[in-house]
């Protein structure tokens, strides 16, 4: 073979290779999005519905909380937004699809980062909680643990003791959701057993405690509160840094010994976008979310018994930050349950 011969088949299979990484960059095996809008675009944007895909089926807290601002976004954007619900694997799903979605600003994304993020240190999966784009937070609700108003159960300690005696049955959306990996990390440190039993939603799960098809279940606070005042469930311990209004009798963690997780164990709702989304539309998009994040609506929404606690999007991406700093400490909780 001649050097020149050399050259040319080198030079040809060079050409090969990076036609063979775009395209799999294209069909999303690299971090580009797909496509970036162009200079007319972001001037306009924005210029057609938006779509807001939620990681849970209808009729939960997420559905509540995304329902209840899609027409506040839209008088803000001046577009229609559309509540999309995306269920499956926990919300995994869902982050999956809108990881790959371009980053046009038609797509924003009301997820819980806690149980992805748990989820995201214990095996391989399709997005990266991290590179999404930061538009704000809701919320970043403790954790309560409880079990039905008429359990024999009356105290952690009884919990503990029945879960030793025999694996739990826990209620939980999905083993990749936050009420579960919570509950699998509260257990573990106790030193009880427990089974999950997934439902399709938080209110469905919260049922299944109450008609006695199972034995305990792990919500945010206030979910846990409702169904408290409501005379379904009784709550055992709260995982918050302070006492929540409506559960000040029920004891914190250091109050059962579990001083660690106090403040620890959340459950956040936050809203983000595809990654790489410039400036252009990150800018806009992210004031529509902060207004009504921060208006009179969402306030009188929180004065109604939902927890509204307003984040910027850097004080969204410490959250991210922090909740898998905290699972990663304590992922031999949780992980023989998600991986196989």
Request: aromatic share 6%; with cysteine.
């Amino acid at each position: 073979m001649t050097g020149h011969d050399a050259r040319f088949r080198l030079h040809a299979l060079s050409v090969v290779v990076i036609a063979l990484a775009a395209s799999l960059t294209a069909c999303g095996g690299g971090d580009t999005q797909a496509k970036a809008p162009t200079q007319a675009e972001c001037k306009a944007y924005p210029a057609e519905d938006i779509t807001m895909v939620i990681g849970r089926a209808p009729g939960g807290g997420y559905d509540e909380y995304g329902r209840f601002m899609a027409p506040l976004l839209e008088k803000e954007l001046g577009q229609t937004v559309v509540v999309k619900n995306v269920d499956g694997a926990g919300g995994a799903v869902a982050a999956s699809q809108v990881q790959s979605e371009d980053a046009d600003g038609y797509t924003i994304h009301l997820t819980e980062p806690n149980g992805l993020g748990a989820l995201q240190i214990v095996d391989e999966v399709d997005y990266d909680l991290n590179k999404f784009t930061m538009l704000g937070t809701i919320n970043n609700r403790a954790s309560t643990l409880a079990v039905a108003a008429d359990s024999d159960i009356e105290t952690f300690d009884d919990l503990v003791a029945a879960g030793k005696d025999g694996p739990l049955k826990i209620a939980a959306n999905g083993l990749t959701s936050a009420n579960f990996v919570n509950a699998a990390i509260t257990a573990k440190q106790a030193g009880f057993k427990l089974t999950p039993v997934a439902h399709e939603s938080s209110s469905e799960a919260i049922t299944s405690v109450v008609r006695g098809d199972t034995d305990v279940t792990m919500f945010s606070t206030d979910s846990i509160a409702e169904a408290v005042e409501a005379g379904d469930l009784k709550a055992l311990a709260q995982f918050g840094e302070e006492p929540y209004e409506d559960l000040s009798d029920v004891p914190m963690a250091e109050d059962i010994g579990m001083d660690p997780l106090g403040g620890e164990l959340t459950s956040s709702l936050i809203l983000v976008a595809p990654p790489g989304l410039p400036d252009c539309i990150k800018q806009p998009l992210t004031d529509a979310v902060q207004t009504v994040l921060n208006g009179p609506e969402m306030k009188k929404f929180g004065e109604k018994g939902h927890i509204v606690e307003p984040g910027t999007p850097e004080e969204t991406k410490q959250t991210v930050e922090d909740s898998m700093k905290t699972y990663k400490q304590y992922e031999d909780s949780f992980k023989s349950f998600m991986v196989g």
